[in-house]
């Protein structure tokens, strides 16, 4: 399997991109940004899209999907189109994360880490995502943070995604 056969010219583009800010000999730093930007082509990281990866960095599999299962941000299943991630952590929680997760899932009809029947949202529970003075916050589509999610806003955000 070659790499471009998997992924596309402009993505591994942005790898080489990535790898080239680490030592020539350690390619391998540039796994999350590999990852990432895989992920972003393909909607989500398949075991041939992450053998792939391996392969171009000339790393082990087994190093790649370590880095894939525990991190949050990798889906290894396809997700929806829109992938909402609220934090549940404490601080979020106290202010009220807990409420707007048990809004969402009523009003999506679905629980973490399910996707709805039309394939329009998938629901994640997140860990902390560094912006608890702006709790309840929650990640959309990994690339942008919603702050002070009141069932209002999560109303507003949905109508948005569709």
């Not at 790898?19 to 999350?32: F, G, H, I, T």
């Amino acid at each position: 399997m070659s790499a471009s056969s998997v992924l596309s010219a402009a993505s591994l583009a942005r790898i080489d991109q990535a790898v080239a800010k680490y030592p020539p000999d350690q390619k391998r730093s540039a796994v999350m940004a590999a990852l990432t930007i895989a992920q972003d082509e393909k909607g989500w990281l398949s075991t041939e899209t992450m053998d792939c990866i391996a392969q171009y960095l000339e790393m082990a599999p087994v190093a790649v999907y370590e880095v894939a299962t525990f991190y949050t941000m990798y889906d290894r299943k396809p997700v929806g189109k829109c992938k909402l991630a609220i934090c549940t952590n404490l601080p979020c929680a106290l202010q009220g994360a807990t409420v707007a997760a048990a809004y969402l899932k009523q009003k999506l009809g679905i629980e973490f880490g399910e996707t709805t029947a039309d394939g329009a949202f998938t629901l994640k529970e997140a860990e902390c995502l560094g912006a608890c003075g702006d709790a309840p916050v929650l990640l959309v589509n990994n690339k942008r943070m919603a702050c002070a999610m009141s069932p209002d806003k999560l109303d507003k955000l949905i109508e948005e995604m569709k």
